[in-house]
């Protein structure tokens, strides 16, 4: 027999080339961050190998055979007269082997594999003959020697993103969580939800910058994001984490969403060999730097966990499990004098465990579990005063089961899953809540504005049950290769609230000091603190409810004709303190007349088919996803039905010189999003809590508006609603240099439409109004539409033929839109040599006129922020224009690994606010006419005119680890904000100033310099 040597190349074929297929030492893992990976919902990864002859010409009938320890499965094909084989469901793992068996050769294997969920990499491997050199070996076509990572560029598909293995995430200082690990990803923003591309990244709302609702969070392939408020809906265990991919564009049919990141986690399912680890990991205020702001006192922290997987029956069945407790206790500081106001501790605990049955070596069944109990004594904000602090409850458990079964080239999957999640916030005061308001003039401190408690008592439950099925099939004829994947699931959610209001009521009065104020200047004009949720978008409802009530009637129909016009209520003085709780001017309370609980609920199918077709050099992708939602009231009853929606997702994928190095493709698709079981509440809260709100009308409380209950719907969904939806184009181009660095660049450009909204019809759609008259003779000039006006909605917009009965109903909001594009370029150098990292800019230009994303604002209720109406549309607030990250690590020979990540941003984009009912909207001027329609509109150049600070965080880790008998041990030392940069992250955006502080000035800074100590022995 001949003896023969087998060198790794990459060849020339339309597979997927530059796989990253690292050979390392025998106990490595392998880093795997590239931003152009391809991603499928199968949580498992296919092999393409090729094998050939030193001559050129294809192997046929060589054995192949991948094996990991880290899976039950072991996969053996044999290659056909193309020299080629395709071994399909295989774990994702960083250590297989791939062993080659060829009749006159020797059999040789290859180390440390790696196969990533969803992709097809592509391996090729060299028979050398005995009649060449070994030497002249590696001068055949693009040989990489064994031992040396491949830059990974998949010339097969068009999809954008980055796949993290738990190896690449421990090398680098990073929070210990699954969120955390985001921010490694190029563009992802600053915050726990973080917003990517073209996800809204602001709310109205608090004016709050930083959480996205956009992003979808996947497990062991299913959905756990919160279906109310779309952000995440699970916590656990790092640890566990066997894989961890992120999508940001270029999404294939498979997943639902898409204008935000895709996070998917993959967990650990043991081995033929008993391992674990134990570690610790600690903080208090004696490894931190003194703070420059005075924003945080002493602290303490710890996190300790455990992990532990092995054979129950070797190649057959497995387990896996872990348990991790976190604690931190923080003193919370007065911002004015420095004192302690609490002292607030967080506790959370996570546990899971997994068994793994291979059945046979086509069968596997599989069940998970996992908790993530969390709770929290009080808010570590010092922006919150003690009065108005809430403990919080959340989490829940979780559960899964999962069969997969293989016949050849066709892999089957089928799942359920249950996700229970609790957010619960519990009042720390049971003061009647009352939030002043004062004259901007005034100065009012955030304690004079802030009396009572915070208001509520919430417990809300968000479960979901699911149930799956997937397939995928490759097909392989004359012309070309075909990857069909196909899917469908069936979801229910379920919201369900308990709620209750100490001293069943809350106000907003006006400071004493300002008693003689009117209802146009109070409720309508601008220059105070905050305004309630009532104004003159609401004449209407209150001329109307003072029909009701002859005495307060009459004392507002100052000519005494028995009509009261818009005029005269805005001549209505404010000076009643009767039984104000604390003795300030009534003004406006929601009184609750009702408590209870209550459940809604919404279900929802999805279908997908796929294909992904090969042919030379060429790669095109097509698919069709379609989704249906229906959602149901409290009492059971259908309140919606968002039929099939079709979402086509089309790519086209070149491979440049035909060897897999680089590529240029193109993608178009659309993704919808689905309406939340925010908005399943408010339409279907036809039993539980009733709220009254009121207007103290000269000592007397009008009740104006019902929200709650089954006599008036607090809102409709109307029958003409649409799905909202994100359409997206994307170009790019991907190559490598050498063996192990990548280039990728990225332009994309997305448009959101059909954007979802509640309206108050009175003002848009009551066709006996007119330009002069409107209902009770009120002139109509502030923010009535009529026939004939731009503004004007006809009720048959929303399906009606006449006006409903309900307070708003949601429906589509005419001219709402979001456009985005941007501009990402990545650098990746993957981990050989003992080293990686990767460099990454991202340009973000974001416009648009609506910041609403499934949630009821008020653009529907007031007619001065109509999408349509002037000063409206800009720059997009919460868009940070640009960033740029870099990270790297090296190990040095003796053990000490050291890495540090730096990232850096342009500032976040912000609307310089006023607040009116919780939200921040820019000034507005006098009222003036517009498409015929008189209202104060906003002020011009307001809308995303400022900036944040710029700033940026550097952050390192020094690791070593130390070999023992049995197993080892690592000590780490996490450094954040090395330089200890205390810079600004954030500024005060109220015109009015918060009452802590005034607009513009900074409130929130990069946290000071901290260490971080830890332990963790391994084997």
Do not use: C
């Not at 320890?69 to 250590?95: F, I, K």
């Not at 106001?341 to 069968?363: C, G, I, M, P």
Request: net charge negative; charged share 20%.
């Amino acid at each position: 027999m001949k003896n023969h040597a087998i060198k790794q190349r990459l060849l020339h074929s339309t597979m997927i080339g530059g796989a990253a297929l690292m050979a390392l030492t025998a106990v490595s893992t392998v880093t795997l961050l590239t931003p152009t990976a391809a991603f499928a919902q199968s949580q498992t990864g296919t092999l393409r190998i090729d094998v050939t002859g030193d001559d050129g010409q294809p192997l046929s009938g060589a054995t192949v055979t991948v094996s990991s320890p880290d899976s039950l499965v072991t996969r053996t094909g044999v290659t056909d007269a193309e020299g080629r084989v395709r071994l399909a469901g295989l774990d994702p793992a960083t250590n297989y082997t791939v062993s080659v068996v060829a009749a006159g050769y020797d059999e040789y294997t290859a180390s440390n594999v790696a196969v990533v969920s969803g992709r097809d990499l592509s391996l090729g491997y060299v028979l050398i003959s005995g009649a060449r050199a070994a030497d002249d070996a590696t001068n055949i076509g693009d040989v990489i020697v064994t031992g040396r990572s491949l830059a990974a560029v998949d010339v097969t598909s068009a999809t954008v993103g980055t796949t993290l293995t738990l190896d690449t995430v421990e090398s680098l200082p990073t929070g210990r969580s699954y969120q955390s690990y985001l921010q490694l990803v190029p563009g992802t923003k600053p915050g726990a939800n973080p917003s990517s591309r073209s996800g809204v990244n602001y709310s109205d709302i608090g004016g709050s910058i930083g959480s996205s609702s956009d992003n979808v969070y996947y497990l062991d392939g299913v959905d756990v994001t919160d279906p109310t408020t779309g952000t995440f809906g699970a916590n656990f265990n790092s640890e566990i984490i066997q894989e961890q991919s992120v999508i940001v564009g270029g999404v294939p049919a498979e997943y639902a969403g898409g204008s935000g990141l895709i996070s998917r986690v993959i967990t650990k399912s043991g081995g033929n060999e008993w391992h674990g680890s134990l570690n610790y990991y600690l903080q208090n205020d004696e490894l931190v730097a003194e703070d420059e702001h005075t924003t945080s006192g002493g602290f303490s922290t710890y996190d300790t966990a455990f992990t532990l997987g092995g054979p129950i029956l070797r190649d057959r069945l497995w387990i896996f499990g872990s348990y991790q407790k976190k604690f931190r206790e923080d003193e919370v500081l007065d911002i004015t004098n420095g004192d302690i106001l609490r002292t607030v501790e967080q506790e959370s605990e996570y546990a899971f465990a997994k068994a793994t049955w291979q059945v046979t070596n086509d069968d596997r069944l599989s069940a998970s579990w996992f908790s993530d109990p969390f709770e929290t004594t009080g808010s570590a904000s010092a922006g919150v005063l003690n009065n108005r602090d809430t403990r919080r409850v959340q989490g829940g458990d979780n559960y899964k089961i999962d069969y997969s079964r293989t016949w050849g080239d066709l892999l089957v999957n089928a799942y359920w899953f249950r996700h229970e999640g609790e957010v619960s916030n519990f009042a720390a005061s049971s003061d009647i809540r009352d939030t002043l308001v004062f004259p901007t003039a005034a100065n009012a401190t955030l304690a004079q504005r802030s009396l009572g408690g915070s208001g509520s008592n919430i417990e809300t439950f968000r479960n979901r049950d699911e149930f799956g099925a997937n397939f995928e099939y490759f097909l392989d004829t004359s012309f070309g290769t075909h990857t069909i994947k196909a899917g469908y699931n069936r979801t229910e959610n379920v919201y369900a609230e308990d709620s209750t209001v100490p001293g069943d009521v809350t106000y907003n009065s006006l400071a004493i000091g300002s008693a003689g104020g009117t209802f146009q200047s109070v409720l309508v004009d601008g220059g105070w603190t905050a305004r309630p949720s009532v104004g003159a978008p609401d004449a209407a409802r209150i001329i109307q409810a003072l029909e009701g009530n002859a005495t307060a009637k009459a004392s507002v129909d100052t000519d005494n004709d028995g009509v009261v016009t818009e005029d005269e209520l805005n001549a209505l003085v404010f000076s009643d303190t009767t039984g104000n709780p604390y003795g300030n001017v009534n003004l406006y309370r929601a009184l609750r007349t009702v408590s209870g609980a209550y459940e809604v609920r919404s279900e929802g199918q999805s279908l997908y088919l796929q294909d992904t077709w090969t042919l030379g050099q060429l790669t095109v992708g097509a698919g069709l996803r379609a989704e249906k939602w229906e959602h149901f009231a409290s009492d059971g009853s259908q309140v919606a039905t968002f039929d099939w929606e079709i979402a086509p997702r089309l790519s086209v994928v070149y491979d440049l010189t035909g060897d897999g190095r680089s590529k240029v493709f193109g993608f178009i698709g659309r993704y919808y999003d689905p309406v939340r079981n925010n908005m399943s509440d408010f339409a279907g809260a036809l039993t539980g809590p009733v709220t009254e709100e009121q207007l103290n009308v000269n000592g007397e409380w009008v009740t104006f508006r019902v929200r709650g209950g089954a006599s008036t719907p607090d809102a409709l969904f109307a029958p003409t609603t649409e799905t909202p939806y994100t359409d997206e184009y994307m170009l790019g181009y991907s190559t490598t240099f050498g063996s192990d660095i990548g280039l990728s660049a990225s332009v994309t450009r997305r448009q959101t439409r059909s954007i979802l909204e509640d309206f108050d019809l009175a003002l848009y759609s009551d066709p006996n109004n007119t330009e002069t008259n409107h209902p009770n003779n009120h002139d109509g000039e502030h923010g009535y539409a009529f026939p004939g006006s731009p503004f004007f909605i006809p009720l048959s917009y929303f399906g009606y033929d006449a006006m409903p009965n309900s307070n708003y109903v949601i429906g589509t909001l005419p001219g709402g839109e979001r456009n985005y594009t941007g501009f990402e370029v990545s650098l990746t150098k993957f981990r050989t040599d003992n080293w990686f990292g990767q460099v990454s800019y991202t340009h973000n230009a974001a416009e648009g006129n609506s910041n609403s994303d499934s949630n009821a604002d008020y653009q529907g209720d007031w007619i001065a922020l109509d999408p349509r109406a002037p000063n409206v549309y800009g720059d997009q607030p919460g868009n940070i224009k640009h960033q740029f990250k870099a990270y790297g690590a090296y190990e040095f020979d003796f053990g000490l690994e050291v890495s540090g990540v730096f990232n850096w941003n342009s500032g976040a984009l912000y609307t310089p606010a006023q607040l009116i009912g919780g939200r921040y909207f820019a000034p507005m001027d006098a009222p003036y006419e517009y498409w015929g329609v008189t209202d104060s509109y906003l002020s011009e150049g307001f809308v995303g005119s400022e900036t944040t600070p710029s700033y940026y965080t550097f952050d390192m880790r020094f690791a070593y680890d130390y070999d023992l008998p049995i197993g080892g041990v690592e000590f780490f030392l996490d450094v954040f904000n090395v330089l200890n940069n205390q810079a600004a992250t954030d500024e005060q955006k109220l015109l009015a100033g918060s009452g802590q502080y005034a607009y513009g000035e900074a409130n929130s800074w990069v946290a000071p310099r901290r260490a971080y100590l830890g332990v963790r022995y391994s084997f």
